[in-house]
Each structure stands twice: as C-alpha cells, then as structure tokens.
C-alpha cells in the first residue's frame, strides 16, 4: 500500500485524479524547465455517467504517466500537533501517539504522514506541524480504484497540498499568495509563499451552499470574508510576512467576488487556468472548479510533501 505523499517518481509529465461523490476530475501536466506548464488534458465525469473514473481516464494520452490521486475530504483528517523531538525520519511514527485521541478510530487502523509549518517569526519553544490521517481501508480502496483504472498511482495527495501546488504558480510578487476554493459545500482557504504552505483553514460555505442561500447570500459571503481577513491577519502577525494585498477565488461568480472584495478592501481575481498554463482546453468555471485538486496534483514535483 502507498503511504500519503510518498516521494514521487521524477518525470515531466504527471497526471492527477479526484475522485468525489460527485465526479471524477482527471488532469494531465507535463513541466518543462524554463517553460510555463502546459496542461495537456483535463476532464470532469460526473458520477452518473457510467464509469466516470474509466471515461475520465480513457480521455487522457498517456495513461502509463505516473498519476497522484487526492483525497476526498471525507477520507482523511488534517490536524495540527507539536512536533516531538526525533529524528525527521521517525516524525511520522511519533506523531500517531500525540493524535490518537483527535481521531474516531483506532489508531492501528490509521496511515499517517506529516508536514512542517513554517516556524513562528519570532520562534518559541513549540514547533508546530500538521498530521494527515486516513483510514488505512479508505487508501487501499483509493489506490485499487485508480489503479484498476489502468493508472500507474505513485503518491497519495490532499486538496490542501494539490490546491497549494496551484497557489504557487499564482504568485507575483515576494509577498504570498491567498487561494481560496470552494468546493461544493466547503471552502478552503490557503496562505502560500515561495511554494510553502503556510496556513489552511477551512469555511462551511460552498458553491451549493451559497446557491441554495437566498437572502441570506450576503451573509455566507461577508462570512468568507470575516475568515478571509483573520487568516491575512494571522500570516502577517505571527510570521511577520508582508502583506497580501489581493485573493484568488475559484467557485465564486462575479457578483459575489465583487461583494467579497468590498467586504476584504482588497482585489478579488478569479482563477483563470489559461493565465497559468498553456493549453488549447476551454473549460466551463465550473469543470476548472472542479478540476482544479486534478490539476494541482498533476504539478506535483519530485520532492515529497
């Protein structure tokens, strides 16, 4: 079974899934030194199609290409722990004692990995990092879906990681960038700069959410906004970081990113994947949308994590 972010094999080109309740995404990248990535394929079946993973990964031209699939939000859990004092090597090891009671299953049954925050500006004595924790049934029946789909799966990812390889490309300056994405009853908000995540947080308010809102639209959206402006706060203070002065929305219409920018005092730009990538695809907002976990693991790199 392969552990979560298992160090990938070095190649140009990639393919990343996301298999949800709702669909399946598929996207294939290939990353050429000097070059802007060039996102080759990308694809959305929803799951009442007959064999959505099978058609989604029939659509790509290199299926032998080593993929990366991503997690559901519903199969794993990200929490935030003290790092113990050991070798890096054993981190992960350590870590499973410190979250064993943050979990609802036993802790046998669980696969685990870590990632380190960056340290606190002004240090202190806690260093702090974040554990990923899945149900060891839930990623073997990941690896054999997509490997029975005739992918050749190397590493297992998460949104927050996939999502933050997306938020790299989106930066300008030397200052950080902010994503956030909503899912269909979720949003996610990164923090990244120079390709580090630094803060994830997550929001009940999605695209469905907000469809389904009526009147009370407004409010879910100042509400995004309220959250927007704390975790700008947070990464400015407590990493003592320059401030990010405009936020990349994927999943927002237009009305409601005009409001959310109101509501933040700052610029409000929608993702748009031909600014990032070359590529011939002309892809609805909402397939980027739903694409966008895909394409995030696709430009995965070599380097774990």
């Not at 199609?49 to 099978?54: E, H, Q, R, S, V």
């Not at 920018?261 to 748009?272: C, M, N, P, S, Y």
């Amino acid at each position: 079974m392969l552990s979560l972010f298992k160090r990938a094999r070095s190649s140009g080109s990639r393919i990343g899934v996301f298999v949800t309740s709702d669909g399946v995404a598929a996207a294939q990248v290939v990353r050429e030194r000097g070059a802007r990535p060039r996102l080759e394929h990308c694809v959305y079946e929803a799951q009442g199609t007959p064999d959505a993973l099978a058609r989604a990964v029939d659509s790509l031209s290199r299926r032998r290409t080593p993929a990366a699939s991503v997690l559901d939000s519903g199969g794993y859990r990200l929490s935030l722990v003290e790092a113990p004092e050991v070798p890096d090597e054993e981190l992960a090891a350590a870590v499973r004692w410190r979250i064993k009671d943050l979990i609802d299953f036993h802790i046998d049954d669980a696969v685990i990995d870590v990632f380190e925050m960056p340290a606190h500006a002004r240090g202190g004595p806690r260093r702090m990092m974040y554990a990923v924790t899945a149900k060891a049934d839930v990623v073997k029946q990941q690896v054999e879906l997509v490997e029975g789909a005739g992918l050749a799966l190397d590493v297992i990812d998460i949104p927050e990681l996939s999502l933050r390889n997306v938020a790299a490309l989106l930066e300008t300056e030397d200052r950080g960038t902010a994503l956030l994405y909503l899912g269909d009853r979720r949003s996610t908000l990164l923090l990244v700069r120079q390709g580090i995540l630094y803060l994830a947080r997550h929001v009940e308010t999605g695209v469905a959410t907000l469809a389904a809102a009526g009147e009370l639209k407004r409010d879910l959206v100042a509400g995004l906004a309220l959250e927007v402006r704390r975790s700008l706060d947070y990464f400015e203070s407590h990493y003592e970081q320059t401030a990010i002065t405009q936020l990349y929305a994927s999943g927002l219409d237009a009305a409601d990113r005009e409001h959310l920018a109101q509501e933040l005092g700052a610029a409000v730009r929608d993702v748009e994947l031909a600014a990032l990538f070359d590529t011939s695809a002309r892809l609805s907002p909402d397939v980027e949308r739903r694409c966008l976990p895909a394409i995030g693991a696709a430009l995965r790199a070599d380097a774990a994590g």
